[in-house]
């Protein structure tokens, strides 16, 4: 790790976050008490975040936190990275985050990592700002987990891609305006033969087939895509030919961090929240913060919140730093979705009745946290990668 003493001789707080990190962390705390808490129910029952809200966003410079400032991007690292999303997650709202996240981590990375000069050029800038929203589309109903299963392909035709076929649970897809697709594009059964598009919303043979109804993160929209003869210019290719199921992996990584960070920022606002009611709900002639058996699992969940976080920091820092890390994001995958479920589990048991009310926090977020240890990689999966790097 770097030195936690500062030029001036002073000593730095956190090992891990500087002042620009902790700048970054207040601007998007403030944000969220403005211009979320107080409308983010009424985009929990409409399926969709506002689209100027995104644009705000850019416009504090939160939409490109590790882009070129060519672009208009902050140039920070993963660390900040890590930060904005536990902030996001201790939003209490699971679906505004994750609509935000999958712009800024998990489908413009493609472009920013694989792009032309002049696909950067066209397109990087209105997503920084939030001028356009982009969504990721690898996911189809029989290959999540396991991408070699994707069926959709990509053939080319004179100066032209053609693609076939569809895609699940995609995020940002039926708001979305710049879709990062994988396709297959080698010979039938080279199951790693798959190659990433750009596709603009509107473009034909293109269409969203449905938005899908969630248990959780409702303010997100989510759909199910259909490509049916879409053409698309040969030069929206997005990288090397046959070389995107590397390019999906790469990104994985990066994906899976955030989706610890988000986790981790909602499991520890549950706890705050918890800790609040139980302190001033009377039971027993007392608080239930008097139970013993009450204080205990709190504290217990508690530590392993931390425990977590602290691994969630070292990762980052080591992937801030170019070392391999994918047994570390696995681990960090695999513990802080797990985590964030079982310490939801207990603070709506703690809220008793409140806790199954529509109107209660935690209620909303024991619903949103259900898919943290689905979606970016289940568990069962993050651990299968961090076994083979055992020993």
Not at 24 to 29: E, K, S
Not at 178 to 195: D, I, W, Y
Not at 278 to 291: D, E, M, P
Request: proline share 3%.
């Amino acid at each position: 790790m770097t030195s936690p003493v500062q030029p001036d001789g002073s000593v730095q707080a956190d090992p891990f976050f500087g002042a620009t990190h902790e700048q970054m962390r207040t601007t998007v705390r403030r944000f969220i008490d403005e211009r979320v808490r107080p409308h983010a129910d009424r985009w929990e029952e409409q399926g969709f975040v506002p689209r100027d809200v995104l644009r705000e966003l850019g416009q504090l410079g939160l939409l490109g936190i590790r882009y070129a400032s060519e672009y208009g991007g902050s140039e920070l690292d993963a660390l900040a990275t890590v930060a904005f999303a536990e902030e996001l997650g201790r939003s209490t709202y699971g679906g505004f985050a994750i609509t935000v996240l999958v712009h800024t981590d998990m489908a413009s990375p493609h472009l920013h990592h694989a792009g032309t000069p002049e696909q950067l050029r066209r397109y990087m800038p209105d997503l920084i700002a939030g001028r356009r929203i982009a969504a990721v589309a690898m996911t189809e109903a029989d290959a999540g987990s396991d991408l070699a299963g994707m069926r959709t392909t990509a053939r080319l035709d004179g100066d032209h891609w053609v693609l076939d076929g569809s895609k699940m649970f995609i995020t940002n897809g039926v708001h979305g305006d710049l879709f990062f697709v994988a396709a297959k594009t080698g010979e039938p059964g080279r199951n790693h033969q798959v190659s990433m598009f750009i596709v603009e919303k509107g473009t034909p043979g293109f269409a969203v087939a449905r938005p899908l109804q969630k248990t959780g993160w409702l303010s997100s929209d989510t759909a199910e895509l259909v490509f049916d003869g879409c053409r698309i210019p040969a030069a929206n290719l997005l990288g090397q030919r046959n070389r995107g199921f590397h390019a999906l992996m790469k990104n994985l990584q990066n994906e899976r961090l955030v989706l610890g960070a988000q986790a981790i920022g909602e499991a520890s606002k549950a706890i705050e929240l918890t800790l609040d009611w139980v302190r001033q709900r009377k039971a027993f002639g007392s608080t239930l913060w008097s139970l013993g058996s009450i204080r205990e699992r709190l504290a217990l969940r508690a530590t392993q919140v931390e425990a977590a976080r602290a691994l969630l920091y070292l990762t980052a820092w080591k992937f801030t730093h170019g070392q391999e890390v994918v047994k570390e994001v696995s681990m960090v995958k695999a513990l802080c979705g797990t985590l964030v479920n079982e310490v939801l589990y207990d603070c709506v048991q703690f809220h008793g009745g409140m806790g199954y009310i529509r109107e209660t926090a935690v209620e909303r977020m024991a619903r949103d946290a259900r898919v943290q240890a689905i979606g970016g990689g289940a568990t069962e999966v993050m651990l299968n990668e961090v076994a083979k790097r055992l020993g």
